[in-house]
């Protein structure tokens, strides 16, 4: 089976490749490093069964060929939405269109959000994206996956979204502010359980809208507590920010027609899935090399589903050069720019 996942150099896409590799698929990853990095990829670079295309999923000259598609490409955090408007519409829209012309409809999911049918001034552009987007895969007969938040190892280390900006800030000893007191509340979902969802999802034969995330509602109070506790922090909270935040910009995914079609629900508990994240920031600013469990975070044995395994060991840090020769051996772009983003 090959697997064409676009944005797989992204947070969530990353571990979706390596989980694809896992099971023995041949997966081709298509990204524009736009918001995603060759950091999230280098580990999986040397099996023979990944490929990496450099490219825009609306303006590559062609598309991959694969027997089906996880169309997750588009920044996704405000202030890279913000930093990319026009393509973070153009990739949802007219990069979902484009694929439903190369693949079977039934072999294309979408990644949406919850959030598709909120009132989300900061990331309009976003929002259209994905409604159009997703009004296509409705008209052809495709799969769209609604996701809640989700967090885990591999965020990019700028991420503007509350839970690395908490664990930053509380591994800093800096304040921790909360808007409007803390009490709005969203859900926060553990990665590996969203990427065992979407494969299920797609291995399926349901075609319409799933949603997927934390069914469980937490205040932002609570994470930070949270988040506190579990670092050992002095970080203070301040509650003084009162900005105004549309209901519908928090809200908690309807897990119900995923539970019933597909048997999915989240199993990582989000106090075990933190823990996991801030080990692997602490372990991200010591600057020191991660180690494979932290970083990609394999939760703890009784949290584990079929398919979350192991992942492959790193490279030595002294194996750098040798890393970009490869890259550019097997990447389809220059030298420069693997030597660049390295
Ligand atoms: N992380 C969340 O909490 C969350 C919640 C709901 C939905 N989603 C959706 O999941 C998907 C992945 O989100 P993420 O958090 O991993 O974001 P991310 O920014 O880490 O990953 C997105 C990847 O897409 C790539 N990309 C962006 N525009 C592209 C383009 N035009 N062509 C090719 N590649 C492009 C980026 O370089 C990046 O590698 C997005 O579609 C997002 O809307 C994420």
Redesign the pocket.
Known sequence: MKTLV??????????LCEALLERGDDVIC????????ST?ILHIMDNPRFEFVF??????LSIPKADRVF???????PS?IQS?PA??E???SE?TKRLLRDFNAKDVL??????VHGDCERVQP?ISG?RSGEQACMEAGAKV???????GP???AD?S?VVPVFIRRALSGEPLSLWNGGEQTDS??Y?SD?VRGLIAFMDSDETGVMEM?NPEATSIRELADLVISLTGSSSRIITNENVLVAEECHKVPDIRRARERLGWVPGVALKDGLSIMIESMKERKKGQHEPVSGRRGNPPDDHRHEGRGVHPPRDKKGDQTGRKARMAARFRFPPRMCQRSL
Not at 110 to 115: N, Y
């Open positions: 676009t944005g797989g150099a992204g947070f969530i896409g990353s571990h298509l990204d524009n490093f736009v918001t995603g990095s999230n490219g825009g999923v609306e303006t590559a169309h997750l490409a588009s920044p996704a955090g890279m990319h393509m973070t153009l990739v949802n990069g979408f990644v949406s959000t919850v959030k976003y994905k996956a609604r996701l809640g938040n989700v967090y591999g965020m990019a991420d979204r926060f979902c990665v969203i995330g």
